[in-house]
């Protein structure tokens, strides 16, 4: 079944790009992120042009988090106060990043730029879960408890001014820190077609030090109003948001995401994390081979 | 599904027949008129409009048409026909990869005035065995001969190397094409040429040219115009996208959130 996609310009198989979509919802579900690093460089490998694919899938992620948002806030899971601030961060770093991407697009340099974030923010990730996720399952193994440590945030992060209370987050720290931390996934949203919910999530139990009960919660919130707000800045400067293909991807993702939360239940996290890094290095690592072997393509077109 | 036209722009194809009364007023004048007249050219295509709808997978065009030969003369055997339907032209930067501290970047970029964004060109023998180069140029008969306006004016060296990657790009995703006996003439009156449009065509005004060549010459040509453009659903979304980008976003965003919530409320139920 072909279908023909207005603003990419070409036919696609219908069926491919809802199950593309239900593959990343599954995941999403599974693992309470946007899947947006999964479904932007898979679109690419299947020909969508690479504009199309970044600004398409940001309204994708924000349709497959509102039911973990939803579902997080119903048990109190959510802390709005730091959600909004983290909100309000993430919409002026989508401003900026669109204008970045503006910049870039115009330099030619677009094309490298986005795929070196892939390999260094999904690479280091990646590492640091899968570390974390084997210790702990060594742990297991030998049969002993897991030392917890005490939460505390970055010394950084006590040095900031005008300190708020976040209560439900039980912190009391400087709004400017989670400031940056939303405005630099704002800025990765636009670029990279991504939530940023992979950096948020460790970002925020590790350098602002919240607990963990409103981590994902919170981490949803925020990616939801973000994404939302990239879609408006690529609607309106690259106009390359694809309604269609947006639509088809909707279809497949956010049924995958309740089917991904069910499976999420039977398994252990340390497994579920576990996997999540081994998913998270081989994309980074594709993305760092596809940079240094030599292109299908060495010239490209760009009209004026 | 084949994505041919709906049936209303085939329809119109046929509307503009060519006009019987000149040949006619020809044949008769003809013992009056010299034997040197040049033969003349009555083209037409099966498709004056292609529509883009939603399941468009590509067309084929057919272009055919008569030679006519003044004062009843015989046809001639060595007469050659090249059809060339052209894409309207854009200016383009192409940018070139090289590798820099072992990743490919782009490096070196150049500008090209006015390149066809469709060219296929077919024709009755390969077209460097019937005509010239001069004439091939003149005529831009093969993709090699396009005029496509290198901007930088210095280096040719590098203007060649530019332009044969941009054709190559072209070539390989079905922009550009070249059918050797891609052309087939009946009787030495009639040809047809089929010439395959592919989904992935540009939207705008293409122009079929047909040029009837002897001994190495053009000795007549003929234009029709063919509009490519998007319609229904596809056309609606392609404009509101442009014209209207705060209210498209917008929209997108709307249709994200009813959906996630339809879903989250659905499989809620589903549990209980």
Redesign the interface.
Known sequence: ????L??A???VNILVIIGLGGLVGILSGMFGVGGGFLTTPLMIFYGIPPAVAVASSA??I??????GV??HGNRGGVDYHMGAVLAAGGAIGSVIGGFLFRLLQDV??I??VVP?MYVVMLGGIGIVMARDAIGALCLQWRGEQPRSSAKRHHPLIAMLPFRWRFYRSGLYISPLAPLLLGFATGVMTVLMGVGGGFILVPAMIYILGMSARVVVGTSLFQILFVT?AT??????TT?K?D??L??LL??GS??G??LGTRFAMKMKPEYLRLILAFIVLVVAIRMLLG?????P???????? | ?S?MSPKGARRCAFQKRPKRAKPLLLLMLAPLLISAESPRLVPDVSQRKIE??????GAELLLFGAILYPGGRAPSDDAQIAVVVKGPS????????R?IA?????AD?S?FRSVPSFYALASSKPVSSIVDTRTAVIYELGIDNLQLSPASGGDRAEDRR?EA??I???RRGGYYSETDRGVEISEGVLYRARIAIP??V?VGSYTAETFLIEKGRVIAAATRKIEIH?SG???F??RA??RH??V??????L???A??????AA?KRLRE
Do not use: C
Request: no cysteine; hydrophobic share 50%; net charge negative.
């Open positions: 079944m072909d279908l023909y207005p603003i310009g070409l036919s309204p994708q924000t349709g497959a988090s509102v039911s939803l579902a030619g340099q094309d490298t070196v939302a879609t408006l800045v690529h609607a309106m106009q948001v309604l269609v947006t639509g909707l279809i956010v049924t995401a309740q940079l240094t072997w030599r292109p393509e060495i010239f490209t077109v760009q009209p004026l | 599904m994505g883009i709808i939603y399941s468009f997978t854009e200016p383009v930067l192409i940018r070139e990869k590798k072992g990743m490919w970047v782009n970029s500008d530019f990657g941009l190559d790009l072209k989904a992935r540009p998007k659903m596809e056309a979304v392609a996208a442009e980008s705060f498209y976003g917008l929209t997108a965003v249709l994200s959130l959906l996630g919530w339809a879903a989250s499989f």
